[in-house]
């Protein structure tokens, strides 16, 4: 079992700027890639980006690519987001996600473990 806990959420301007952080529990953290997924209300959670617990592979969705970065610092055990440039279509609930997959993709149900959740909203 893994336990996540995302922090670093909160209120920002247009054009601001974020760094989410997600804990995990276990000092077994290097064992699973890590993916943000956020859920805006009224829709379905989706899937922002994923660091693999190999070589530190990234990939971002089509609609963050280029303003957020995902990276993770196993002696930590955390993997942040760094969200720049933010947009009020970002306004959602930031999910943390650990996959026993090398790779995994865009899918929810790649995932094995999730944090609560940390609001992040941009006004405009």
Request: aromatic share 12%.
């Amino acid at each position: 079992q893994v336990q996540l806990e995302e922090s670093g959420g909160g209120l920002v301007q247009v054009g601001g700027s974020l760094r989410l952080s997600c804990a995990a529990s276990r000092p077994t953290f290097g064992s699973y890639a890590m993916g943000w997924f956020r859920q805006a209300p009224g829709k379905e959670r989706e899937f922002v980006a994923r660091v693999s617990r190999i070589a530190g592979a990234t990939y971002y969705s089509d609609s963050v690519k280029g303003r957020f970065t995902i990276s993770r610092d196993s002696a930590k055990n955390t993997v942040y987001l760094q969200m720049n440039s933010l947009k009020p279509e970002d306004t959602a609930v930031y999910y943390c996600a650990a996959a026993a997959k090398l790779f995994p993709g865009t899918r929810k149900n790649e995932y094995d473990y999730w944090g609560q959740g940390t609001q992040v909203t941009v006004s405009a």
